[in-house]
T-cell receptor, first 109, second 113 residues
Framework: GIQVEQSPPDLILQEGANSTLRCNFS?????LQWFHQNPWGQLINLFY???GTKQNGRLSATTVATERYSLLYISSSQTTDSGVYFC???????????FGTGTRLTVIP | DGGITQSPKYLFRKEGQNVTLSCEQN?????MYWYRQDPGQGLRLIYY???????QKGDIAEGYSVSREKKESFPLTVTSAQKNPTAFYLC????????????FGPGTRLTVL
């Protein structure tokens, strides 16, 4: 199956700072999603973004499918942004959603 | 409210017992999925269902079984054949298989004693 790598694995930010999370994937994909997993385990959809750029408030994402990577930007970070951010890609041939191992973000006041 | 519900939130079972985890959605989605998450890891696909009365194995189906008798419901049974069942189990749904956003339930934490 597709390999999905995320970087960095851990990130500590001061409240108000900006950050960029990266997701690399090894093959062509039908879709790509970014999720935020909160401390209680709930996975929250952030973006469905197989290609192009989307923005939602302080968050934005860009996927360059031809170069097999996606970026998640978090601006003016808040403590509630803490948690684990996952990138996941759907491989149509395998009918499987492959997850990266995540980036653990800690925002300190 | 539209969404996905899972029950119970926490489940404790003795080794050798089968246990069934519930997943219900009222989003009118055709596709449903079950994932397993181990500590510090991403999610892995156990089973998926594209439509009622149809389901397929994912990456780690051994020791698990599912049914899809109703569009809204996709229960997962963890059998005694699953060698390491203690994990966090997440159910998801999407309007169609693979090409749309997947929405997740709150999860069930299963601990086998």
């Amino acid at each position: 199956g597709i390999q999905v790598e995320q970087s960095p694995p851990d990130l500590i930010l001061q409240e108000g700072a900006n950050s960029t999370l990266r997701c690399n994937f090894s093959d062509s994909v039908n879709n790509l999603q970014w999720f935020h997993q909160n401390p209680w385990g709930q996975l929250i959809n952030l973006f469905y973004i197989p290609s192009g750029t989307k923005q939602n408030g302080r968050l934005s994402a860009t996927t360059v499918a031809t170069e097999r990577y996606s970026l998640l930007y978090i601006s003016s970070s808040q403590t509630t942004d803490s948690g684990v951010y996952f990138c996941a890609v759907w491989e149509g041939g395998a009918n499987n959603l492959f997850f990266g191992t995540g980036t653990r973000l800690t925002v300190i006041p | 409210d539209g969404g996905i519900t899972q029950s119970p939130k926490y489940l404790f079972r003795k080794e050798g017992q089968n246990v069934t985890l519930s997943c219900e959605q009222n989003l009118n989605h055709d596709a449903m999925y079950w994932y397993r998450q181990d500590p510090g890891q991403g999610l892995r696909l156990i089973y998926y269902s594209q439509i009622v009365n149809d389901f397929q194995k994912g990456d780690i189906a051994e020791g698990y079984s599912v049914s899809r008798e109703k569009k809204e419901s996709f229960p997962l049974t963890v059998t005694s054949a699953q060698k390491n069942p203690t994990a966090f189990y997440l159910c998801a749904s999407s309007s169609q298989l693979g090409v749309d956003t997947q929405y997740f339930g709150p999860g069930t934490r299963l601990t086998v004693l």
